[in-house]
């Protein structure tokens, strides 16, 4: 069962003086709130503060504007490897991929909330990641420098760089990243079945 007092007194009452056992899961997951909840917060409140998700939200709408609409925008997304396509298109399909992208992990998970699913470190990842490659890009000097303009790459990046070059957020997240490590030591530790089984607890059993 799980931690909550409701069932704990229950139990006691139709079951006394009988063994229990708490379940893996709750255990971990109330383990995991401690451990990982204050430092979480201070990203998830660092993030919010600097205004990005409605940051994205503008350059999206922005861009799609720019392309003509958001069908025209998702089109050049999906046709990005079509040879045929000029410079402008293709910057315009990879430009709009990073920002969907971006706008689908504001909530992302497994399902399992948290402190498993952990959607805004993911998020800020994804921003340190695509940052780097905007800048790859930029340095290849494929696209002219007239076009990155044109077509809204420095704002989208200007946009990224405002979250990465706070040293306080930055801070935040090496913090939260190595409590993540340690509840991951547990959950190996605590573990009672093959991971990522199609079986699961199941196998406790067999």
Excluded: W
Excluded at 168 to 175: A, I, P, S
């Amino acid at each position: 069962h799980d931690m909550g007092r409701g069932i704990n007194n229950a139990l006691n009452v139709i079951f006394p003086g009988v063994a229990r056992v708490i379940c893996h899961f709750h255990l971990l997951r109330d383990i995991g709130k401690d451990l990982l909840g204050n430092a979480y917060k201070n990203v998830r409140k660092s993030l919010s503060a600097k205004q990005v998700y409605a940051d994205i939200r503008y350059q999206t709408k922005a861009l799609e504007k720019l392309i003509g609409d958001s069908k025209k925008a998702r089109n050049l997304f999906y046709r990005i490897n079509d040879s045929t396509k000029n410079l402008s298109e293709l910057l315009h399909g990879i430009l709009y991929g990073y920002l969907q992208e971006l706008k689908s992990h504001e909530y992302s998970g497994d399902g399992y909330g948290f402190p498993f699913d952990r959607p805004k470190l993911l998020y800020y990842n994804n921003i340190k990641r695509i940052y780097t490659e905007m800048e790859a890009i930029e340095n290849l000097q494929v696209f002219h420098y007239d076009l990155l303009g044109k077509c809204r790459f420095y704002k989208i990046k200007e946009v990224l760089s405002r979250v990465l070059s706070d040293k306080e957020l930055d801070g935040e997240v090496g913090d939260l990243e190595l409590h993540i490590e340690y509840f991951d030591r547990l959950r190996n530790i605590m573990r009672i079945a093959m991971p990522y089984h199609f079986l699961q607890l199941l196998h406790c059993f067999l």
